[in-house]
Every structure is written in C-alpha cells, then in structure tokens.
C-alpha cells in the first residue's frame, strides 16, 4: 500500500455503484418530504415531555380536522395508553387538562412543544 486511503477504499468500497445508489435514495426521501408537509398543514402535533424524580413520561397530542389523540407513556405502567376524540377541539382541551393535572401531581415539564427530530 502506497498511500494511505487506499486501504479505506478497499474496505468501504469506494465505486460508482455507490452514487446511483444515494440519487435513488435521495429521490425517495424527497417524495416523503413532500408527504409530510401536506399532512403537516392540517395536523395538530404537540409532545410534553415530563419529569418527576427519576422518572420520565411523555404525553402526546396528534390532532386534526377528522379527530385527535392523545397518547401518554407513565414509566409506572407497563404500556401506553391512547385516547382518541371526535374533534380537534376536544383534544386540545383534554391535552391541556391532562397536562395541567400532571403538573399539580408534582411533574415538571421539561418540554413542551413539536416533537424534535435529530
């Protein structure tokens, strides 16, 4: 070996076959891109993310024209629960409501808003 990259080249197969492959999977990530900013449009999205002592729960609102629901993870129960509701509105209210009782059972939020990605 003279130079040094040749020895990455051979082990992570640097050749042609691997730029189509990144163009089909570029054009396939831009197509649910799209999607999503279409859904994104109508949808409602909200995350709290709560703590108590060494505890975490999460409480989730997805919520639309056609309805919403309410998703809530509590670490001392061994799955999650969902709710769903007939309209928006009625979900917005439950989420606050839920969040509000959380927070007088002792749970501080530690974040409130979009679910992050990344």
Same mark, same amino acid.
């Given at each position: 070996?003279? &130079?040094?990259? =040749?020895f +990455? *080249? /051979?082990?992570?197969?640097?050749? !042609? #076959?691997?730029?189509?492959?990144?163009?089909?999977?570029? &054009?396939?990530? =831009?197509? +649910? *891109? /799209?999607?999503?900013?279409?859904? !994104? #449009?109508?949808?409602?999205?909200?995350?709290?993310?709560?703590?108590?002592? =060494?505890?975490?729960?999460?409480?989730?609102?997805?919520?639309? #024209?056609?309805?919403?629901q309410?998703?809530?993870?509590?670490?001392?129960?061994?799955?999650?629960?969902?709710?769903?509701y007939?309209?928006?509105?009625?979900?917005?209210?439950?989420?606050?409501?839920?969040?509000?009782?959380?927070?007088?059972?002792?749970?501080?939020?530690?974040?409130?808003?979009?679910?992050?990605?990344?």
């Amino acid at each position: 070996m003279k &130079d040094h990259n =040749d020895f +990455f *080249d /051979d082990i992570i197969d640097v050749g !042609d #076959d691997t730029d189509a492959e990144d163009l089909e999977y570029t &054009d396939e990530a =831009d197509e +649910f *891109d /799209d999607e999503d900013e279409e859904e !994104d #449009d109508s949808m409602v999205v909200r995350t709290a993310l709560l703590k108590k002592n =060494d505890m975490l729960a999460l409480l989730s609102l997805k919520a639309g #024209d056609s309805g919403g629901q309410i998703v809530r993870f509590d670490p001392r129960e061994s799955l999650p629960s969902m709710q769903s509701y007939e309209s928006e509105t009625e979900a917005r209210k439950w989420f606050a409501r839920s969040l509000a009782t959380s927070r007088k059972n002792g749970w501080s939020v530690v974040y409130d808003g979009e679910p992050l990605v990344g």
